[in-house]
């Protein structure tokens, strides 16, 4: 093998490894990506079951505290505490039975058939004495449990001391079934594909026993945790596949790894019939469409220039066309082309020996200017920048306009590379002022990446997984809502959506919910007035079967310098 086919193997193997590298950077990316977006999900489920969990424990304890309060208005009268069981128990969800225990003996069950316990003595019982009396000692509710029921499955109590007079009186216990109480809160996660485990700490301790489970390994769940009475509760949820590879991410793996084989391959065919130096020295180095220097053309002759010739005045440009991605939208491709070409001969007219000028890519291109001051360069390029710039094409006239930013060598930049990163900072500055323009580096100027200047709302739109909108806070205006939006809401375009809610959040709500919905996000804005988080549940109604939906939106609030307050909402369909 000769030296010349060595190097085209070289060459086409590096390229291979370097796609390889950018498939395992971008399958990395896009697996993190999923799983964040996994965590974000599991996050919103975990909300909404431990918020669930807790009103139904509540619940229960809160039908300890009505015994309690008859205990007190009847002195302890257990024919009216009687009574009052029956009444609560027909109101309560979930609870089992509830009993009365004066001086700690269970004396009354309500229903009686349920009466499986017996007359337990609580403070003398061996498996529930040291509970009470730490219940009874430090005057605070305390669940037990879980523990086996007589008639098959497990129940956890709700212990409640009752004080009449400043004396001990007993406890109002509301006895739960575990099966009733988590099957309505944890079946919801399982049914919408997570793993979960439930944890309750024991009285007084720090350590937690498990009370109900998915039975499946958790890896990274979210954790939340929530206290009923002396005892802490912890619920740990995870996506069922949040450590699967997805098929997304499996196919950006194979496919990146035929492109890249693809690529090699081709690359190694055209370095082999390249059969001259010049040929390939021109095919590195001119740009294709306007046959002026490409990037590495640019970098190169402008880098021996100035390693030649350290001791001159040199001028570092970079210039692009206003809103380019609008000719192309607007007339084509052909037009955007037509106009990178015009504008190529432009710098070869005005500028001539006096430059060195290439296309970087797009529709940015790279300028050395030599030997003037920054006075003179500024003269000239004023001139340029603002002189008509037209073409015509199939007999159209089409015209264009141009921004720049400029550097000069050796005052601001000590080499090439730092003499253009400042040139780019400067026309990025035009372009935040309005573009059309010329702009001399400056030192209090901070460099932002400029890539994002082509990013546009429509990607985000089409490739965002979900439902998403932003609005203007103070005046609820929707500035933007994405396609999952409206397709949630049952509405045929963007358009009709927009129409029909005014353009405001307030016609996105249910009407009977938005004034408690702003409401709410004050109060938790109140609260988080650091990170500008907020999270609501409301109603929205779909526009052509008139379905009330439940939605659970979770935002953020941030300060824009063209729209003051805004905020950017994830929304998400809730079960009723």
């Known amino acids: 093998m000769n030296l010349s086919k060595s190097k085209n193997v070289i060459i086409a193997v590096l390229v291979f490894l370097l796609g390889m590298a950018i498939v395992g950077v971008t399958a990395r990316q896009e697996n993190i990506a999923q799983k964040q977006r996994k965590v974000v999900k599991a996050q919103l489920h975990l909300n909404s079951a431990t918020a669930s969990l807790k009103k139904d424990l509540q619940e229960a304890a809160t039908a300890t505290e009505v015994l309690e309060a008859v205990a007190h208005a009847t002195n302890g009268s257990t024919a009216e505490l009687y009574k009052t069981m029956k009444s609560t128990y027909e109101k309560t969800k979930n609870i089992y039975s509830l009993h009365i225990a004066p001086k700690g003996v269970v004396t009354s069950v309500y229903p009686p058939v349920k009466d499986k316990m017996g007359k337990i003595d609580f403070l003398h019982d061996q498996e529930t004495k040291e509970v009470s009396v730490y219940s009874r000692n430090k005057n605070v509710t305390i669940i037990r449990g879980p523990f086996a029921l007589q008639e098959g499955g497990q129940g956890i109590a709700i212990q409640n001391p009752v004080f009449l007079h400043n004396k001990f009186w007993g406890f109002t216990v509301a006895l739960i079934k575990t099966n009733d109480l988590f099957n309505d809160s944890l079946s919801s996660l399982e049914d919408s594909g997570y793993y979960y485990n439930l944890y309750k700490s024991h009285v007084n301790e720090s350590s937690f026993e498990k009370m109900a489970s998915s039975h499946h390994k958790l890896y990274h769940p979210v954790v939340a945790y929530f206290r009923v009475g002396a005892s802490s509760w912890k619920l740990e949820v995870e996506k069922a596949d949040a450590n699967v590879i997805s098929k997304e991410v499996m196919l950006i793996i194979i496919l990146g790894t035929l492109l890249a084989i693809v690529i090699s391959v081709m690359l190694y065919m055209i370095l082999s019939y390249l059969k001259s130096q010049k040929e390939l020295t021109r095919l590195v180095n001119v740009d294709y469409l306007t046959n002026v220097y490409n990037r590495h053309g640019f970098d190169s002759h402008s880098s021996e220039l100035l390693k030649d010739h350290p001791e001159g005045v040199y001028t570092g440009l970079l210039i692009d066309v206003d809103n380019f991605k609008s000719v192309n939208d607007l007339y084509g491709h052909a037009i955007g082309d037509e106009t990178l070409k015009h504008l190529a001969g432009m710098l070869k007219l005005y500028f001539g020996h006096h430059a060195i000028y290439g296309r970087n890519g797009g529709d940015e291109f790279s300028a050395l200017i030599k030997n003037m001051n920054e006075e003179e360069v500024t003269v000239f390029l004023n001139k340029f920048v603002h002189r008509p710039f037209s073409f015509e094409y199939q007999g159209k006239e089409y015209k264009y306009s141009i921004s720049i930013g400029y550097a000069i060598y ?37 460099y932002e990446g400029r890539t994002s200047l082509g990013f546009n709302l429509k990607d985000l739109s089409i490739n965002l997984p979900g439902a998403f909108f932003i609005y203007q806070h103070d005046s609820g205006k929707l500035l933007f809502v994405n396609k999952a939006l409206v397709d949630l809401l049952e509405y045929d375009s963007e358009a009709d959506f927009m129409k029909a809610v005014h353009g405001n959040t307030k016609g996105l709500v249910v009407s009977e919910e938005y004034e408690q919905a702003r409401n709410e996000v004050k109060a938790q804005l109140a609260r988080n007035k650091k990170n500008g988080m907020y999270s609501l549940d409301y109603h929205v109604e779909t526009h052509k079967t008139h379905r009330k939906i439940k939605v659970h939106t979770l935002s953020h609030m941030v300060h824009n310098e063209y729209f003051g307050k805004i905020s950017y909402v994830i929304l998400e369909e809730l079960p009723e």
């Open 410 to 446: 050796p005052t601001q930049a000590k080499d090439l590379s730092e003499l253009m990163r400042k040139a780019d900072m400067a026309l990025y500055s035009v372009k935040l002022r309005g573009k059309h323009g010329l702009s001399l580096y400056e030192e209090d100027m901070v």
